[in-house]
């Protein structure tokens, strides 16, 4: 009887060990697709020493390793896509993956209450009406649209499905059915966003006419973690381009919308022109002229919202009012 305790104690550790093994995918995995153990080393050295670490580092980064050329860096990103999942996993995965997520107290029950729950407050509800049009593009609507499925690329790690399950119960739609309509992936770098787009056309290819909607929260979060400086600028605005240009042709192509939010920064200049709202959108002329229809979302009193139509081919400037209320 002891024996059979032991035995079972033996194999419960060793089934935490391989959870806590699945958590991450080591470096040394590359050594099976070619990459020997010298450059695996320089890699470690360097601080990446996860297969999704690399995912998560730029080319132009992983060149300025001490002996990782261009031609090896390629390799390494090549062998790294083979162990790695592209990305994209539908939001019922997704949620099931949040379950595993754990709190830890700060010692107050007031402050872990505080903590724990609630509203998820935004400054201007850009993210949440993201959320919304997830929910949405799937309702039946005018002219015969059918409703249809959404790709969510996620640069600044808040999609949340539980949101989403909220925002159903308003439009009585089944959780499950709604979250399998939703393939969700999180971009870690600006190179990992541009790549996420060949996925989402592809999937788009796959799927002719099923998919209506790609959406992209924030458009500009992470070149401006890669792009740092003026002397980057160039670089930016030109992958930027070409990211816009991609957009445009996927949007055409198939027949879907796209739906990217920004973020807003102080314009300095705005002030000696005594303008009411000195704040400019990042990204520049760019990605001005690459949107059709832009909106300006900014905080009201409370609860409210206000939108303004900013610019627009065939819509006047016009305002409005809305709220965020509940659990959102």
């Given at each position: 009887m002891m024996e059979r305790s032991d035995q079972m104690l033996e194999d419960d550790e060793v089934e935490d060990l391989d959870e806590e093994e699945s958590f991450f995918q080591d470096i040394d995995l590359l050594q099976n697709h070619g990459i020997n153990v010298a450059d695996i080393k320089k890699l470690k050295t360097a601080g990446i020493c996860t297969i999704k670490g690399i995912q998560m580092t730029t080319r132009k980064r992983m060149c300025d390793i001490k002996g990782i050329s261009e031609a090896k860096m390629e390799k390494i990103k090549e062998a790294a896509a083979k162990l790695e999942d592209h990305g994209f996993v539908t939001a019922l995965?997704?949620?099931?993956?949040?379950?595993?997520?754990?709190?830890?107290?700060?010692?107050s029950t007031e402050l872990d209450k505080l903590l724990g729950g609630g509203i998820e407050k935004f400054r201007t509800g850009k993210t949440q009406l993201s959320h919304t049009l997830c929910v949405t593009t799937?309702?039946?609507?005018?002219?015969?649209?059918?409703?249809?499925?959404?790709?969510?690329?996620?640069?600044?790690?808040?999609?949340?499905?539980?949101?989403?399950?909220d925002i159903?119960?308003?439009?009585?739609?089944d959780h499950n059915a709604m979250l399998d309509n939703v393939l969700y992936a999180r971009a870690y770098t600006s190179e990992h966003q541009l790549e996420l787009l060949d996925y989402a056309a592809a999937k788009f290819h796959e799927e002719a006419g099923v998919f209506k909607l790609l959406i992209i929260d924030s458009i500009m979060a992470l070149f401006r973690v890669d792009y740092s400086g003026r002397g980057e600028l160039a670089d930016r605005q030109q992958k930027l381009a070409q990211m816009l240009s991609k957009l445009q042709k996927i949007s055409e192509e198939y027949n879907v919308a796209v739906f990217v939010t920004n973020q807003m920064t102080a314009d300095p200049g705005a002030t000696m022109s005594f303008q009411a709202d000195p704040k400019k959108p990042i990204g520049g002329h760019i990605l001005a002229h690459a949107?059709?229809?832009r909106i300006s979302l900014r905080k009201g009193r409370g609860e409210n919202r206000i939108g303004k139509i900013y610019d627009s081919p065939d819509m006047p400037e016009n305002e409005a009012t809305f709220a965020i209320s509940g659990v959102v």
């Open positions: 995965s997704y949620a099931v993956k949040r379950k595993s997520c754990f709190r830890i107290t700060t010692g799937q309702l039946p609507g005018a002219n015969d649209y059918p409703g249809g499925k959404i790709i969510f690329i996620d640069t600044e790690n808040t999609f949340r499905p539980d949101r989403l399950r159903a119960d308003r439009f009585n739609l949107s059709t229809t």
